[in-house]
């Protein structure tokens, strides 16, 4: 799959993936206005134009990504592992389904997705997937 930021400069290719995920923790609301809607494409994550990414690390376990020409978003990634999670909206072609959704008791009132997902809480999440995800506050 291939995908770019705005401005082009930023441009990537991962293993083909049709399932994203939404993850309502409070550091992805913060970090783009909503719930982060994020491709898995694992470690295998080829780019282009990477002297105009900035990173920053947003917690002990993880760091997210933007083009600093344009600020898309381009990853949200995982330092023991390597595992990028790359905004959907970014990919060219935009045949996925969402198949999940994480820290929903973080997520507020105001939007509800109508898709049927299975929905992980804070602390499934921390359960299930070992180190912390960002905390929700």
């Known amino acids: 799959m291939k995908g770019h930021c705005l401005c082009g400069t930023v441009r990537f290719t991962c293993p083909d993936a049709k399932e994203i995920g939404a ?46 020409r344009c600020g898309t978003h381009i990853y949200y990634k995982l330092l023991a592992t390597g595992e990028h999670f790359i905004p959907a909206g970014t990919f060219e072609s935009d045949d996925f389904e969402l198949s999940t959704q994480i820290y929903i008791d973080n997520k507020p009132g105001y939007y509800a997705f109508a898709n049927e997902t299975p929905m992980l809480t804070e602390q499934q999440v921390i359960e299930q997937y070992g180190p912390p995800g960002d905390p929700a506050s």
């Open 23 to 68: 993850c309502h923790c409070g550091f992805c609301r913060r970090w783009g206005g909503g719930p982060m809607l994020a491709v898995h494409c694992g470690s295998e994550v080829d780019f282009e134009g990477e002297d105009h990414i900035t990173t920053y690390a947003s917690s002990d376990w993880a760091q997210r990504a933007f083009c600093r």
